[in-house]
């Protein structure tokens, strides 16, 4: 019998108006840091429910809105400062996943005391300090809300690197598909994707176990036909995507993520395809790579999409794109020689049941442009 084992210490709470029924679940503290972007927050509802929660509360707040697109050691920092001056004891994270990660940065920064020179070699250890976070998604693809990763842009190394323990699970999550109705198709696309990857990536994975692979399935059942649908320019179920988000995010806290991602962190890098695109760019290729190695399980994936080949996703992503005129611009080869020579000095690859070549993943790269 396949081993399980499933570590979620998060408590969930889905659908319409859960902020302020739930209220009482964000008071971790005296006094929140509210993070978020400079937009977003504010355009989905979320951080005028969360600010009416707290103050209902009696609870005191400061805000945080610098946060943006693959947040850096810097904006870290400089959220962690806020923190330091006003005496927050607690984050609230309202966003999609940069929000999020960094939040979880500047909750271990905090209260660990880990200076900026050593931020990215240092790794959260069991006995650090992390101030409690809640996370309030208003996108539906980083699953950060039921994570224990925060994914910081290391400007120095030129890519992005996982900032991970158990300590940067939130402690609360609280998702509402209302918030996503702001949201651009653009950015709809792009994160669901990145829901896709997170689910398919997971279960390809060497720590993939039956529950996980379950919640794999399950997720890639309920993203796909909103993606169907967003093609074909019909109504899409926002919260159903979110609801997809949070079960593939489930997926990669057990069994993490890997050759995907590793291989879009410089197309969004060099690039700069927001990180979903860069995903959904490279999913079929990788999914043909994996047919060869894992027919079984390629074909439950395939199964669950609605798809027979991986050909078939492909010409969805191109529809997506070209529909709703997602940009990705073609790599040169010389480019690709070195994006394929970075993936494959990541720790993540090495999750994977089969390890490509650097001929492999040059393929995979070419097949997605």
């Known amino acids: 019998m396949n081993r399980v084992h499933f570590y979620l210490p998060t408590d969930v709470y889905e659908g319409k108006g859960c902020v302020s029924q739930h209220a009482e679940a964000l008071v971790l503290g005296r006094k929140a840091l509210v993070v978020t972007g400079k937009i977003g927050a504010k355009a989905s509802g979320a951080l005028a429910d969360v600010q009416q929660a707290l103050e209902a509360r009696r609870v005191a707040w400061a805000h945080f809105d610098g946060v943006g697109e693959n947040p850096d050691d810097e904006q870290v920092y400089a959220g962690a400062a806020v923190a330091q001056a006003e005496g927050c004891d607690f984050v609230v994270a309202i966003g999609g996943g940069s929000a999020m990660d960094a939040a979880k940065a500047i909750a271990w920064v905090v209260d660990s005391q880990i200076d900026r020179g050593d931020f990215f070699a240092e790794k959260p250890q069991p006995d650090d300090a992390v101030l409690p976070i809640v996370a309030v998604p208003i996108t539906c693809g980083t699953g950060s809300e039921v994570t224990p990763y925060a994914i910081i842009t290391d400007h120095h190394a030129r890519t992005k690197v996982n900032v991970s323990g158990r300590q940067l699970f939130p402690r609360v999550a609280l998702l509402d598909g209302r918030y996503l109705d702001s949201l651009p198709a653009q950015v709809v696309c792009d994160t669901a994707l990145d829901a896709l990857s997170h689910a398919i990536e997971g279960a390809y ?135 394929t020579r970075e993936p494959l000095r990541l720790e993540v690859v090495k999750r994977y049941r089969t390890m490509p070549s650097p001929e492999e993943v040059m393929d995979i790269y070419r097949y997605g442009f």
């Open 205 to 339: 994975s060497l720590r993939s176990d039956a529950l996980s692979l379950a919640l794999a399935v399950e997720s890639i059942g309920v993203v796909m036909p909103e993606l169907v649908r967003l093609a074909h320019g019909t109504f899409v179920n926002r919260a159903r995507l979110l609801h997809g988000s949070l079960l593939a995010g489930m997926v990669i806290a057990q069994a993490g993520t890997g050759l995907v991602h590793a291989m879009g962190y410089p197309l969004t890098y060099y690039k700069h395809l927001p990180h979903g695109r860069a995903n959904g760019v490279l999913l079929a290729g990788y999914l043909e790579f994996m047919e060869h190695s894992c027919p079984e399980r390629t074909a439950l994936l395939l199964k669950a999409m609605g798809l027979q080949v991986p050909e078939e996703f492909q010409a969805l992503v191109d529809m997506l794109f070209d529909r709703l005129g997602c940009a990705r611009e073609v790599p040169t080869e010389e480019e690709l020689v070195r994006f």
